[in-house]
């Protein structure tokens, strides 16, 4: 069975500094990954993913992530952390079974302060 | 587009009641999902549906129902509703298989809350 780990419950960061957030995955077979970004009280909103080419994707509002194989990691990172980057995060891998179906990781809160 | 939208937003049950929950898309997408949102625990998935008049299990399906009657929409019901219940049920929808029908697309939620 595939699943997804975020080793870190949160993340704090001064704005202006880079932000991290960690995902590591295991999946048989080759990965579909995402990441997800979840601001209060509203819906997931997709950020970027992982399908194949090259390691590192490019994404919305600046965000970028490393896809690492040997290390089954898959990173968010971003240059220079904004307060409005404060949200929870999500990392998703895809079910290479029938139905698309995402697993996903608990979640990294991540908040930027000024 | 509005995407996907849920109604409603938020209910409140007592325990043994039941409901349901709509979630309707205007992408054309093939695929739904219903997953519930727990402090700590991510997004599982309850159901999923790959087309019109399909249901399939997801992780934890157990005391919920749902019925995929027209492609746009997707129903998730709760026959007698538990406090084990209570959490933020969220919709999402997506192209299906291939490079660009993999990504889900979520909605706003529902929070419910049964007493």
């Known amino acids: 069975a595939q699943s997804v780990a975020q080793p870190e419950d949160q993340v704090n960061v001064a704005e202006g500094n880079p932000l991290t957030v960690k995902c590591t995955y295991s999946v048989s077979g080759n990965p579909y990954l995402f990441w997800y970004v979840q601001y209060p009280n509203r819906g997931l909103q997709f950020l970027l993913k992982?399908?194949?080419?090259?390691?590192l994707v490019k994404g919305s509002y600046g965000f970028e992530a490393e896809f690492n194989k040997s290390q089954t990691s898959f990173h968010l990172k971003k240059p220079s952390a904004l307060v409005s980057d404060s949200a929870l995060y999500f990392c998703?891998?895809?079910?290479?079974?029938?139905?698309?179906?995402?697993?996903f990781g608990g979640g990294t809160r991540v908040l930027v302060k000024p | 587009n509005a995407g996907v939208t849920q109604t409603p937003k938020f209910r409140v049950l007592k325990t043994g009641q039941s409901m349901t929950l709509l979630c309707a898309q205007d992408m054309n997408h093939e695929y739904m999902y219903w997953y519930r949102q727990d402090p700590g625990m991510g997004l599982r998935l309850i159901h999923y549906?790959?087309?019109?008049?399909?249901?399939a299990k997801g992780e934890v399906p157990d005391g919920y129902n749902v019925s995929r009657l027209k492609k746009q929409n997707f129903l998730l019901g709760l026959e007698s509703a538990a406090p084990s219940q209570t959490s933020v049920y969220f919709c999402?929808?997506?192209?299906?298989?291939?490079?660009?029908?993999?990504?889900?697309?979520f909605g706003p939620g529902t929070r419910l809350l049964v007493l």
């Open positions: 992982y399908i194949t080419g090259d390691n």
């Open positions: 999402a929808s997506s192209g299906g298989i291939g490079s660009t029908g993999e990504t889900q697309y």
């Open positions: 998703a891998v895809r079910d290479g079974a029938a139905g698309n179906k995402l697993t």
């Open positions: 549906s790959v087309g019109e008049g399909t249901t």
